[in-house]
C-alpha cells in the first residue's frame, strides 16, 4: 500500500472509530441521566498506548490497578490502526498513559472522542529528557520518542512519575505504590548491571537499525546506532536512501544490520548481504504472548542478546 493509500485507510477508519465514540458517549451520558451505572471496579482502570508502559505499569501497580495496551503485540506504533474495541476500552479508563513526543499521537481523536469526566491522562514525555535525532538528508532534528529502551530512565523518570500518578488517584495505595516503586528500582538497578556485563563484549559496536529507535539504548551501553533504514517508520525507503547506506556502512565501518520484530526484514537483508554483515533482529516492544519478551525486563535481556549476535 503506498504512503497516500495508507494515510486514507486511516483517515476512513479514524471517522468510524470517532462515530463509535459518539454513540458510546451518547449512550453512557443517557445512562448516567437515568441513575444508572456501571459497577465500580475495584481496581484502579489504567490503559497505556504501549505494552512496555503496561507492564511498567502493573509492576508498581500490582493488585491495586488493571492494566490493557491499546499496541497488540507484533504491532508498530508508526503503523497502528486503531480499533472499536479500543475506544470502548478508553473510555473505562480512570488512567491513560502515553509515551508522547508524538509516537503516539493516534490516541489523540479516541481521547477527545472517549473523554470521561474523571479520566486523567499522563504524558510521560513531559517527565524525561529527551536525545534528539538527526534526519541525515535536512540536518533537522525532532525529539526521539524511544526513551523507555533506558533501564535507567525507566528507574529514575519513568516508574517514579507513573508510581506518583497511581497515588494521586487512589490516595489509600500510596505506600502500596511506594513500597513497590522500591522494589522495581532495585530490579532495574540489577537489570543495568547485567546489561552492562552482557555488552561489554560489544562496546562500541555500530549498527545501522531499521527505524531510529535505539539512541538511548546505545548511549547508555556505549553502542552507536549509525543511520536508519526507514527514514519514516512504515514508509519504504527510496533506493536513493539505500544507495546512501552502503556508503555510510562502508564510511563507518559498521557490519551490523538491525531487523525489527514489527517491520518486514526482508530490506535488512538485502543490505546485511551489501555490506557483508551480521543482521541481528530487535524488539523495541515486546508484549503478552511474545515468548521471551512478554515483560520489559524480559524484552531488554532479547535485546542485549541479539547484539551479542554481532561479535566477530
Same mark, same amino acid.
Given at each position: 500500500?503506498?504512503?497516500?493509500?495508507?494515510?486514507?485507510?486511516?483517515?476512513?477508519?479514524?471517522?468510524?472509530?470517532?462515530?463509535?465514540?459518539?454513540?458510546?458517549?451518547?449512550?453512557?451520558?443517557?445512562?448516567?441521566?437515568?441513575?444508572?451505572?456501571?459497577?465500580?471496579?475495584?481496581?484502579?482502570?489504567?490503559?497505556?498506548?504501549?505494552?512496555?508502559?503496561?507492564? &511498567?505499569? +502493573?509492576?508498581?501497580? %500490582?493488585?491495586?490497578?488493571? @492494566? #490493557?495496551?491499546? $499496541?497488540? *503485540?507484533? =504491532?508498530? /506504533? !508508526?503503523?497502528?490502526?486503531?480499533?472499536?474495541?479500543?475506544?470502548?476500552?478508553?473510555?473505562?479508563?480512570?488512567? &491513560?498513559? +502515553?509515551?508522547?513526543? %508524538?509516537?503516539?499521537?493516534? @490516541? #489523540?481523536?479516541? $481521547?477527545? *472522542?472517549? =473523554?470521561? /469526566? !474523571?479520566?486523567?491522562?499522563?504524558?510521560?514525555?513531559?517527565?524525561?529528557?529527551?536525545?534528539?535525532?538527526?534526519?541525515?538528508?535536512?540536518?533537522?532534528?525532532?525529539?526521539?520518542?524511544?526513551?523507555?529502551?533506558?533501564?535507567?530512565?525507566?528507574?529514575?523518570?519513568?516508574?517514579?512519575?507513573?508510581?506518583?500518578?497511581?497515588?494521586?488517584?487512589?490516595?489509600?495505595?500510596?505506600?502500596?505504590?511506594?513500597?513497590?516503586?522500591?522494589?522495581?528500582?532495585?530490579?532495574?538497578?540489577?537489570?543495568?548491571?547485567?546489561?552492562?556485563?552482557?555488552?561489554?563484549?560489544?562496546?562500541?559496536?555500530?549498527?545501522?537499525?531499521?527505524?531510529?529507535?535505539?539512541?538511548?539504548?546505545?548511549?547508555?551501553?556505549?553502542?552507536?546506532?549509525?543511520?536508519?533504514?526507514?527514514?519514516?517508520?512504515?514508509?519504504?525507503?527510496?533506493?536513493?536512501?539505500?544507495?546512501?547506506?552502503?556508503?555510510?556502512?562502508?564510511?563507518?565501518?559498521?557490519?551490523?544490520?538491525?531487523?525489527?520484530?514489527?517491520?518486514?526484514?526482508?530490506?535488512?537483508?538485502?543490505?546485511?548481504?551489501?555490506?557483508?554483515?551480521?543482521?541481528?533482529?530487535?524488539?523495541?516492544?515486546?508484549?503478552?504472548?511474545?515468548?521471551?519478551?512478554?515483560?520489559?525486563?524480559?524484552?531488554?535481556?532479547?535485546?542485549?542478546?541479539?547484539?551479542?549476535?554481532?561479535?566477530?
Amino acid at each position: 500500500m503506498n504512503t497516500r493509500s495508507l494515510l486514507a485507510s486511516r483517515r476512513r477508519t479514524m471517522a468510524v472509530l470517532l462515530l463509535l465514540a459518539a454513540a458510546l458517549l451518547l449512550f453512557t451520558t443517557a445512562m448516567v441521566r437515568r441513575g444508572h451505572s456501571a459497577p465500580a471496579s475495584p481496581q484502579l482502570v489504567v490503559v497505556t498506548t504501549l505494552p512496555p508502559l503496561a507492564d &511498567i505499569t +502493573r509492576e508498581l501497580g %500490582g493488585d491495586r490497578v488493571s @492494566v #490493557a495496551s491499546l $499496541l497488540p *503485540a507484533g =504491532a508498530s /506504533p !508508526h503503523t497502528f490502526e486503531p480499533r472499536p474495541s479500543d475506544v470502548r476500552r478508553l473510555a473505562t479508563a480512570r488512567l &491513560i498513559i +502515553r509515551i508522547g513526543a %508524538g509516537l503516539d499521537d493516534w @490516541v #489523540a481523536p479516541m $481521547l477527545r *472522542a472517549a =473523554a470521561q /469526566p !474523571h479520566q486523567v491522562q499522563l504524558d510521560l514525555s513531559s517527565h524525561v529528557t529527551l536525545l534528539q535525532s538527526v534526519d541525515e538528508h535536512t540536518g533537522r532534528s525532532a525529539p526521539n520518542p524511544h526513551y523507555w529502551l533506558d533501564p535507567l530512565r525507566v528507574r529514575d523518570e519513568i516508574a517514579p512519575a507513573i508510581a506518583a500518578r497511581l497515588s494521586d488517584l487512589d490516595p489509600a495505595g500510596k505506600a502500596y505504590y511506594a513500597d513497590r516503586l522500591a522494589r522495581y528500582r532495585e530490579t532495574l538497578t540489577a537489570l543495568d548491571t547485567e546489561l552492562r556485563q552482557t555488552l561489554a563484549p560489544v562496546r562500541g559496536l555500530r549498527f545501522i537499525a531499521m527505524h531510529s529507535a535505539w539512541p538511548y539504548l546505545a548511549a547508555r551501553y556505549d553502542l552507536q546506532e549509525v543511520a536508519a533504514i526507514e527514514e519514516f517508520p512504515g514508509r519504504e525507503p527510496s533506493a536513493a536512501w539505500l544507495a546512501d547506506l552502503q556508503r555510510l556502512a562502508r564510511q563507518h565501518n559498521v557490519h551490523t544490520i538491525a531487523a525489527e520484530q514489527q517491520f518486514n526484514p526482508q530490506i535488512a537483508r538485502l543490505l546485511a548481504q551489501a555490506v557483508g554483515g551480521v543482521l541481528i533482529t530487535l524488539d523495541p516492544l515486546g508484549g503478552p504472548g511474545v515468548e521471551g519478551r512478554q515483560t520489559y525486563v524480559e524484552l531488554m535481556r532479547y535485546n542485549a542478546r541479539q547484539f551479542l549476535e554481532a561479535r566477530p
